[in-house]
């Protein structure tokens, strides 16, 4: 994991994503350092499966399954890092 941050943008996008697979409601706070596997949210493998399959539809692109572990769901950060460091290997250059 980098020590970049992602964009404001993406992770509105991954909160919305977030709030609509875990069915949370807007009263619900979600920020950066929202711990995402041992939080209030919890994760599970599955929910961690789903929001990967929503994260590849919303960006465009394919995560290889060993391609993301535990530590890509430490925070709503940390998984934004992740999306924005997939989604400059796949914008082309000029774009």
Not at 10 to 35: F, Y
Not at 59 to 73: M, N, S
Not at 77 to 88: C, D, R
């Amino acid at each position: 994991m980098t020590a970049q941050s992602s964009h404001p943008d993406v992770i509105g996008r991954i909160v919305e994503i977030i709030r609509r697979d875990l069915m949370l409601g807007p009263e619900t706070e979600i920020n950066p350092d929202t711990p995402l596997f041992g939080g209030e949210f919890d994760l599970d493998s599955l929910d961690a499966l789903l929001l990967m399959q929503s994260l590849e539809k919303t960006f465009g692109f394919k995560v290889p399954t060993e391609a993301f572990g535990p530590e890509v769901f430490k925070t709503v950060e940390s998984l934004a890092v992740f999306v924005q460091g997939l989604k400059g290997q796949t914008e082309q250059p000029g774009s």
